[in-house]
């Protein structure tokens, strides 16, 4: 039943109460696919180290910027857009002032 409202505040006050305030609904840029790249990042690290990135540069020809730019990308494609952390911010302020 709890879960019922939240659902219910959260897409009829606080979504429209983000959008009038002209609250983003985008998230951050996406990483582009890359299959060796994916499986590092979920089966080794979010965070490789020098010798790491220098490896995976040599593997995929790319420069080590570019690998540091995409598991920058994808570490942040997991975070909630700003318009999600408002409606649970909303959600969360209504329950301690109305219940």
Known sequence: MRNIVAITKAKFIAKPCALGLKIQANGPQKAQPNAILEKVFTAITKHPDEKRLEGLSKQLDWDVRTIQRWFRQRRNQEKPSTLTKF??????????CFT
């Not at 409606?87 to 301690?96: T, V």
Request: with cysteine; glycine share 10%; charged share 10%.
């Open 87 to 96: 409606c649970e911010s909303m959600y969360g302020f209504s329950l301690l």
